[in-house]
């Protein structure tokens, strides 16, 4: 393959990749962020004491809490992560009595058991919470509550190995083994026990026989997964440490909107005035910036898009654009201009000391592209200590920058360095005026 053919095929590549890029926009949207489409945000830091200290294990209590206690809500798309070692952060897109919510998130947790009426066993976890939504009599009278638990812990049953089974393994106080004794007593033989956490039933395994002390187990689990859900839940009783609301902040969707409008308006004005200057300027550069900020802008979209789906498939929180991100893109396009513009001030210097058009701009290219790689490398390391230390929204502004920058390198290298080397290769520019510069003979 000659040079002109692999910088055509570069060309075309880049305009193939940004077509589909528009195409999957069109499919598909990004989800704006609480900040635009309004809601609640809520920082929690974790207070631990020497009883209860923080650490990995707790925060995961905490975690499935929450996310327990926001179910209830009935919000759509809520977000609760993990932020640091301390800080939970929980995001409730569109909700409107604030004060509600924060009372539910930040109430005790109590977990129960209870005996699975005779109308209702035999039936799975979903189908009873559907009921106990719709206020039914699905459950006797609280027979105990998480106090009377010591430990809970998820491991495989070793005696049904052939089966893949698992196995939650309880420990239970002095009062506590009792308490179970009686639970599991002959009356209760065959009957479904419910663990019910903040309300809901997480699970209801069968009272084979009476159970006496001290020590139980819930058998027949299907997956590790499940096992380790099952015993989290059963050590959850109450939060294991305090947690402090460190920051709130409610948006209205009014608010959101107008927010949003004027960040689109400032990047189109910001994106026409980029444009117009380096036309006006560059001259025929100009045109090539301008096809360089479109295939920059639309491989930003679509790259953004295909992060959206892959953490969405693996289970991670989706991509939000907020108001960060989007200052984020309108700087991105600051940057991706000054690229070209270093570029083609290198040229033009290349010129003025005395070079062909053809040299300069295989030389100019070169040396350009090397100053504006050093900067971009550096914005990028501070991007991406932005992104491991950043909370929510500056998370977003920072993911914006590393993965603009890596665009930015991709068309530098891939589009313009190759319709650049096109125009050496074939000598399509013959008047140093067209790009910019007077007075200076081309040969």
Excluded: C
Excluded at 154 to 178: H, P, R
Excluded at 183 to 193: F, I, S
Aim: net charge positive.
């Amino acid at each position: 393959m000659s040079q002109k053919q692999k910088y055509l095929t570069s060309i075309i590549l880049i305009f193939l990749l940004a077509g589909a890029s528009i195409y999957g926009l069109v499919k598909r949207n990004i989800d704006l962020g609480l900040d635009i489409r309004g809601g609640l945000n809520v920082i929690l830091t974790a207070k631990g004491t020497k009883k209860n200290p923080v650490n990995k294990r707790t925060m995961e209590q905490a975690l499935f809490i929450m996310r327990n206690r926001v179910d209830k809500l009935g919000v759509s798309e809520p977000t609760i992560e993990q932020h640091g070692s301390r800080n939970i952060i929980v995001q409730l897109p569109g909700v409107k009595d604030a004060k509600k919510a924060i009372n539910i998130i930040g109430q005790t947790a109590l977990l129960e058991f209870a005996i699975v009426q005779d109308k209702y066993q035999g039936q799975d976890v979903e189908k009873l919470n559907k009921a106990l939504e719709k206020k039914e009599k699905v459950l006797g009278e609280i027979l105990m509550t998480g106090d009377a638990l010591t430990s809970a812990s998820a491991g495989f049953d070793q005696e049904v190995k052939a089966q893949n089974s698992y196995i939650v393994s309880l420990n239970f106080t002095n009062k506590g083994a009792d308490d179970f004794a009686s639970v599991t007593a002959k009356k209760n033989k065959n009957k479904g026990l419910a663990i019910v956490l903040d309300g809901k039933i997480i699970t209801a395994p069968n009272i084979n026989e009476p159970i006496t002390g001290g020590k139980a187990q819930i058998e027949g689990i299907d997956t590790l997964e499940e096992a380790k859900e099952v015993a989290l839940v059963l050590q959850t009783g109450q939060l294991p440490f305090k947690l402090e609301i460190a920051q709130q902040q409610q948006v209205g969707p009014t608010l959101g909107k107008d927010s949003l409008n004027a960040a689109l308006i400032a990047m189109i004005i910001g994106f026409i005035l980029v444009a117009l200057y380096m036309l006006i300027y560059y001259r025929l550069f100009g045109l090539i910036a301008w096809a360089s900020l479109a295939a920059f802008a639309s491989l930003l979209f679509g790259s953004l898009l295909l992060l959206d789906i892959i953490m969405e498939s693996v289970g991670a929180v989706g991509i939000s654009l907020s108001l960060p991100s989007i200052a984020g893109i309108i700087l991105m396009i600051g940057i991706a201009a000054d690229s070209s513009i270093i570029v083609y001030e290198r040229i033009k210097e290349e010129v003025r000391e005395g070079r062909s058009l053809r040299s300069a701009i295989d030389v100019g290219f070169s040396r350009g592209f090397k100053t504006f790689l050093d900067a971009d490398l550096v914005t990028f390391l501070t991007a991406a200590i932005l992104f491991n230390f950043g909370i929510g929204p500056i998370k977003g502004f920072a993911m914006i920058l590393m993965v603009g920058i890596f665009i930015d390198i991709v068309v530098s290298l891939m589009f313009k360095r190759s319709v650049l080397k096109l125009i050496a290769i074939n000598n399509w520019i013959k008047n140093p005026a067209l790009i910019g510069i007077r007075g200076v003979n081309s040969e």
